[in-house]
């Protein structure tokens, strides 16, 4: 079990990260993050990619967590404090009572996570995604029907806010996940690696029910209203969803789900070799 450091001033200089948690997540945190409640936590502690720099917990909550807390690196500080201060330094009140300060370990490119795909693989490639409940579905979706990895462009929101997090599950924390590089065109990218790209789009030439799922799958999400770019969806595969007479859109994070599930039931009965 790692030390246990009660804190009872809200202003100890040790617990400054934590501090005015929603302010904070407005300007940033210098590639840091703050992962909220156990579920969320576990998954930070259970994952390779990133590390929890120090945990901030309820008293009442230590001994309930102490098999998670067992599974820390040495070291790694777990602070505590009544529920009063608890709530006075994060400046609101705070139920759940755990918080964690995350980093990341490495920083994979697009490249890296495709070129480690294996012969049946699916990914989803995201453009424009600057709402964190979608962003933290997308990534709930992904985990949920096994997505190699998810690829953001320079667009998209970024997956290791606080909200995002906590919608997600702890997903963001699980999916690989990459961003495009300044210039580099995805799908040149795609194709380097064998995949197929699948833009989804209301206006898509064929329907998602009649596509065969491609051995690996890159598919295409855009944000709501303007959609994928015209220029990138007019050299991608392009399908859409049939829908009720006079709606012609979904949620993207629903999008997805949909999406991802058919690929991956299609996906099932490949030969993997």
């Known amino acids: 079990m790692p030390q246990i450091i009660p804190i009872d001033d809200p202003d100890d200089p040790?617990?400054?990260?934590?501090?005015?948690?929603?302010?904070?997540?407005?300007?940033?945190?210098?590639?840091?993050?703050?992962?909220?409640?156990a579920v969320v936590v576990r998954s930070?502690?259970?994952?390779?990619?990133?590390?929890?720099?120090?945990?901030?917990?309820?008293?009442?909550?230590?001994?309930?967590?102490?098999?998670?807390?067992?599974?820390?690196?040495p070291g790694t500080p777990?602070?505590?404090?009544?529920?009063?201060v608890l709530d006075r330094i994060a400046g609101f009140p705070l139920h759940r009572g755990i918080l964690a300060l995350g980093e990341k370990t490495?920083?994979?490119t697009a490249a890296d996570l495709l070129e480690s795909c294996g012969p049946v693989a699916r990914v989803a490639m995201?453009?424009?995604?600057?709402?964190?409940?979608?962003?933290?579905?997308?990534?709930?979706?992904?985990?949920?029907?096994?997505?190699?990895?998810?690829?953001?462009?320079?667009?998209?929101?970024?997956?290791?806010?606080r909200k995002a997090?906590?919608?997600?599950?702890?997903?963001?924390?699980?999916?690989?996940?990459?961003?495009?590089?300044?210039?580099?065109?995805?799908?040149?990218?795609?194709?380097?690696?064998?995949?197929?790209?699948?833009?989804?789009s209301p206006a898509g030439t064929e329907t998602l029910a009649a596509l065969t799922p491609p051995?690996?799958?890159?598919?295409?999400?855009?944000?709501?209203?303007p959609g994928l770019p015209p220029a990138l969806l007019a050299r991608a595969r392009s399908v859409r969803i049939p829908m009720a007479g006079?709606?012609?859109?979904l949620n993207v994070a629903t999008t997805s789900g949909i999406v991802l599930h058919h690929i991956a039931s299609g996906q099932a009965a490949l030969d993997p070799a």
């Open 14 to 37: 040790r617990i400054e990260p934590y501090r005015d948690v929603r302010e904070r997540d407005l300007v940033g945190r210098d590639g840091l993050f703050i992962a909220e409640g």
């Open 44 to 73: 930070l502690v259970a994952s390779t990619r990133y590390r929890a720099r120090s945990l901030l917990l309820a008293g009442k909550r230590v001994e309930a967590l102490e098999p998670m807390l067992a599974q820390l690196p």
């Open 78 to 84: 777990v602070y505590t404090a009544s529920q009063p």
């Open 106 to 108: 490495a920083i994979p």
């Open 126 to 161: 995201l453009f424009g995604i600057g709402n964190h409940d979608n962003m933290g579905g997308i990534f709930r979706n992904a985990a949920a029907f096994g997505a190699d990895a998810v690829i953001l462009d320079a667009g998209c929101c970024d997956p290791l806010y």
């Open 165 to 200: 997090i906590r919608v997600s599950v702890g997903a963001t924390l699980l999916v690989p996940t990459a961003r495009l590089a300044a210039g580099e065109d995805p799908l040149v990218l795609l194709d380097r690696f064998g995949f197929e790209a699948v833009a989804l």
């Open 215 to 225: 051995r690996r799958a890159a598919l295409l999400f855009g944000s709501e209203g």
């Open 246 to 249: 006079g709606f012609d859109s």
